[in-house]
């Protein structure tokens, strides 16, 4: 079993060349207005297409746990190379867990982590908060409301 993403783009060939660095992976399917991701690791079949403004995919992220601190050092190292990483965050209790986060966003602005998790936290209060609980701020903190 392996999930499926298909998003809506602006730019098709822009978001193929990140995903290709983000990856480090050609699309499997490739035309002038769609492109697909058949990916191992992580198990993913992702695919994008042209949208228009109004058909752009929004949400509030994606993600990608991986099983170790070690792979997020990889991650985070290959996506330095490629000049995509945005904000690391480390040992940092978020979304009622502590731990590893490397983000990054899209040509879109699509908000993307990878992270390890080394421990499950109590679910305390309301998750309810303006915005996007598990994306980073302006303020730097992850769950900041």
């Known amino acids: 079993m392996r999930p499926h993403i298909s998003i809506n783009v602006k730019d098709v060939k822009k978001s193929i ?8 992976k050609d699309p499997q399917k490739q035309t002038g ?6 990916l191992e690791k992580p198990g993913l079949n992702f695919s ?6 109004e058909t752009i995919s929004q949400v509030s992220h994606f993600g990608i746990e991986v099983d170790s ?11 330095e190379k490629e000049g995509i ?3 690391v965050e480390e040992d940092t209790d978020c979304c009622f867990a502590r731990q590893d986060k490397v983000w990054f966003k899209d040509p879109d602005g699509n908000s993307w982590e990878v992270f390890h998790v080394y421990e499950q936290l109590p ?3 309301s998750f309810a908060v303006s915005g996007s609980c598990c994306t980073p701020s302006e303020s730097g903190s992850c769950c900041s409301a």
């Open 17 to 24: 060349a990140f995903y290709q660095r983000l990856f480090g």
């Open 33 to 38: 207005d769609y492109a697909k991701f058949d």
């Open 48 to 53: 994008i297409q042209t949208g228009n403004l």
């Open 69 to 79: 601190p070690s792979e997020i050092n990889e991650w985070k190292e290959r996506m």
């Open 85 to 87: 990483v945005g904000k």
């Open 123 to 125: 679910v305390l209060g």
